[in-house]
């Protein structure tokens, strides 16, 4: 898979601004639970959890994050590309990146959940190696009220 021009960075505090509104455009995206932007981005600041791709001219283009490495296994989530820049080899860059700092911390597995549903992600995971392993389901579940009569 050739890479794009430009470099792997770890996402520092001066890019607090940037990993906040990727986080409210991906939420959506992904059709994931929300959380509070401002933690998750400050947590993977202070973690050194999250590779951007940027180009020559340092403007970052796309990130892939790690969770923390437990028990010899860490999660690669998220990945993001903004629409507007994808298609030209920046998600799969950043999560080459993010891979590689996986192992350098000491990660043996990495485990990533994509949606089969998705070609253009489920495709770039298996060109960079990642093989699937087995299908699962979210389940939202609400709280329990008390019984109705």
Not at 14 to 20: E, F, V
Not at 48 to 74: C, K, N, Y
């Amino acid at each position: 898979m050739p890479v794009p021009e430009g470099r792997a960075r770890v996402a520092g505090e001066w890019d607090r601004p940037q990993l906040i509104a990727w986080h409210d455009e991906f939420v959506p995206a992904a059709h994931t639970i929300p959380s509070g932007a401002v933690g998750w981005a400050d947590e993977r600041i202070a973690g050194e959890r999250i590779a951007f791709w940027e180009t020559p001219d340092g403007a970052p283009v796309s990130m892939a994050g790690l969770s923390p490495v437990a028990a010899g296994q860490t999660r690669l989530a998220p990945v993001y590309t903004p629409a507007h820049l994808r298609g030209r080899g920046y998600g799969g860059a950043a999560t080459v990146a993010a891979r590689r700092a996986a192992l350098a911390r000491g990660a043996a597995d990495l485990v990533l959940f994509a949606d089969p549903a998705n070609p253009t992600s489920s495709g770039l995971y298996r060109r960079i190696g990642y093989r699937p392993v087995t299908d699962f389901f979210p389940y939202r579940f609400s709280p329990a009220g008390p019984p109705t009569t």
